[in-house]
């Protein structure tokens, strides 16, 4: 098996979101009153995937795109004040593979068909003044 070059890319999207990255939440269950069971996204995490996904609308891809592809992403989180000097990296919540989640329900169906498509992922957080996400897909070739 070869492993993809980076020159054998083409991008897909390539987007800075700002605001404060939400992880995804556990799914919440409910039963109406016809016995039904409901599953809803807790609300934090549903305007965080509202927010990334109205902030990429103007830059996405006219159709979701198939094929293989890799994405990157760079989560801005704001440093607590709390926090000494001398913590260089965001150890503490929200859990990087969460708000990963977030971010790939937000972008199926409109910029990929499936975020089953990613085959090569690269996740950072970071602290940064500015919170957000940076967001790069590119369809290997």
């Known amino acids: 098996m070869t492993e993809p070059r980076l020159q054998d890319m083409s991008d897909v999207l ?3 979101i700002f605001g404060v990255p939400i992880a ?3 799914p919440r269950a409910f039963k109406t009153p016809a016995g039904q069971v409901r599953v809803y996204d807790p609300g934090n995490a549903r ?15 006219p159709a979701p ?3 293989p592809l890799e994405m990157r992403l760079v989560f801005y989180v ?14 503490h919540r929200p859990d990087l593979s969460n ?7 937000a972008l199926t169906g409109v910029v990929y068909r499936d975020d089953a498509q990613i085959v090569h992922l690269d996740v950072f957080k ?8 940076l967001i790069q897909v590119r369809k290997l070739e």
């Open 14 to 16: 390539d987007v800075r």
């Open 24 to 26: 995804q939440g556990r």
């Open 47 to 61: 305007d965080w995937k509202r927010t990334v996904l109205a902030q990429v609308l103007e830059r996405k891809p």
């Open 65 to 67: 795109v198939e094929g």
């Open 78 to 91: 704001p440093r607590p004040k709390s926090l000494p000097k001398r913590e260089r990296h965001p150890t």
């Open 99 to 105: 708000m990963l989640k977030a971010v790939e329900d």
């Open 126 to 133: 970071v602290f940064d003044a500015s919170p957000g996400v």
